[in-house]
């Protein structure tokens, strides 16, 4: 709307000009409400994209908060299959690491996989389509993390960073088995 009015005061400018005529009350009255019109356009363009990051802002706070509980859940699930094998074996032992102290970790060092993700995308463009990877992997009892791997696969080079930056990450130690972790990865550009 804001070009075709932009564009419709252009051309009725151009044609006074050509026509060398100083405009007539009626062509001013119809600039007015077209410049008129144009203001108010731009008003609700300015309004619509505060209320894009606004509701931006209102996902990402819940896609924190989905994520932390998709995390508990899990390592609640991991916590009750260990428990079950150990049962009938008796040679395992349940890992101690509580859900909340490994969030912390990843929520800590979640910049590093976005990072690796932006290096990513400025080498393959067709990134931009990948809103979110699940990292999978296990944190040893001494707190460093093991077998990362990555569903949906999207780019080798990237996954590679990410699980070099998963890697280097230290979760405090605890008693028992590996604990394994499936965290969803948010892949918004910020």
Known sequence: MILRAAARVATLATLGAL??????????????????????????????????????????????????????????????????????AGEHHEGTLSAD????????????????????????PNLQFVSRINARFAVKNSGGAINVDFSPHSDHEM?????????RWRFPSFSGDPVQIDYPVSLVVK
Do not use: W
């Open 159 to 167: 996954e590679r960073c990410m699980a070099q930056a998963i890697g």
């Open 101 to 124: 102290a490994a969030t912390k970790v990843i929520q800590t060092n979640l910049g590093g996989l976005r990072g690796c993700y932006e290096r990513g995308l400025k080498r393959n």
């Open 19 to 88: 026509a060398g005529c100083s405009g007539s009350s009626s062509d001013d009255g119809e600039k007015v409400r077209m410049t008129n019109e144009l203001f108010k356009c731009q008003e609700d363009v300015k309004a619509l994209r505060t209320q894009v990051k606004e509701a931006q802002g209102e996902m990402k706070k819940a896609q924190a908060a989905a994520d932390q509980a998709l995390l508990q859940a899990q390592a609640a699930v991991a916590a009750a299959t260990q428990r079950s094998q150990s049962n009938g």
